[in-house]
């Protein structure tokens, strides 16, 4: 919140309104599911309902506490109206609904002034400190276990749907509170649905299976894709295997404090190109990870964030033929002082299973 405070000039504000809950939970530590948290120059309050009364007293920390009776909205347009010289208040647009902000311009009326707050804190959020860097790390050791531990099950006969849920149940036996996002098993000609859903489909020998999961720790994502061949692969998976391995390791290798995030996209991207495999390459090369599993920044084009120090991103090339197969190989790393090192700790070779 100090950190925050110091943008508040450069922002042209007084107050920020805080309304996405990954940042509220970052600022003041409130996980709970309803609240808004409003700081101005010298001090915080978060507003949330009668469910969250003894949550709240337990872990928020840096804000008052602020029960609304009436609706959260409500009573933080009190809140604004309060006689405080309070005049120019940031809000995220990207996560505020447009019946809330017709709500709050008309109940705090035309003294409180509405600015864009610019992604300010999801910008904080991009630099881990050590605390959260030794929690991610625990978060990718433990999903890159949860695979290991369910090589077995990857095998023909168990459907696409039973090995999504041996994967969650491993993850959650290891001590997450929950999967990152909806596990991905794509076996098949559904490899190549770069984020397929998975189905009863059942897997078969000679195919390819792309499984991506993730697990939550300690409030923080882990995020991992492999990809298997059921029995011994072909000439042509092996060699589209390499390239894409290829092309996350040189991608890795570019990262360092300094650099752009998209020229870590164009360096995967350039690996690619000398396999001729480019065109199949159809999404971004990564995205920042912390408290949610996609944040600022991605690894694409037109990305101009420069990569900090303490910095955690996925590096995650792939390649999807339609009608074919896809493969894709995802791994969570920090930027350090000199370049990167893994997160993620289960092994990249190609297994054929
Ligand atoms: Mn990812």
Known sequence: ??????????????????????????????????????????????????????????????AHVNIARKGLLAAVSEALKAPRGRTHVAYSAGKLTVAQMDLLRGASGSRVRWRNDGNVVEKLRTVKDPRELSIMQDAATLVSKAFSEVLSKIRPGHSELEVAAEIDYRMK???????????????????????????????????????????????????????VFLGRAPQKVRRAYGAVLEAQQVAKNFIRPGRKAEAIDLEARR???????????????????????????????????????????????????????????????VVTATGSVDLTSAPRELLEL
């Open 173 to 227: 036996r290891l001590g997450a509170s929950n999967a990152s996002f909806d596990t991905i098993v794509a076996s098949g000609l559904r490899s190549a649905w770069a984020h397929a859903r998975p189905t009863s489909k059942k897997l078969r020998a000679r195919e390819l299976v792309v499984l991506d999961h993730g697990a939550i720790l300690g409030g923080y994502c882990s995020d991992m894709t492999r990809t």
């Open 271 to 333: 690996v690619l190109k000398q396999h001729g495999l480019a065109q199949y390459f159809t999404h971004s090369t990564g995205h920042g990870l912390g408290l949610e599993v996609h944040e600022m920044p991605r690894l694409a084009k037109g990305e101009s964030t420069i990569l900090q120090e303490g910095m955690v991103i996925t590096v995650e090339p792939g390649v999807y033929l339609d009608g074919c197969w896809g493969i894709r190989i995802e791994d969570d790393v």
């Open 1 to 62: 919140m100090k950190r925050l405070r110091l943008c508040f000039s450069e922002l042209g504000v007084d107050a920020l309104l805080v309304s996405h809950l990954p940042n509220i939970q970052y600022l003041c530590g409130f996980s709970g599911s309803a609240a808004f948290l409003l700081i101005d120059s010298s001090e915080s309050t978060l507003f949330t309902d009668s469910r969250y009364t003894f949550q709240a007293r337990e872990e928020v920390v840096g």
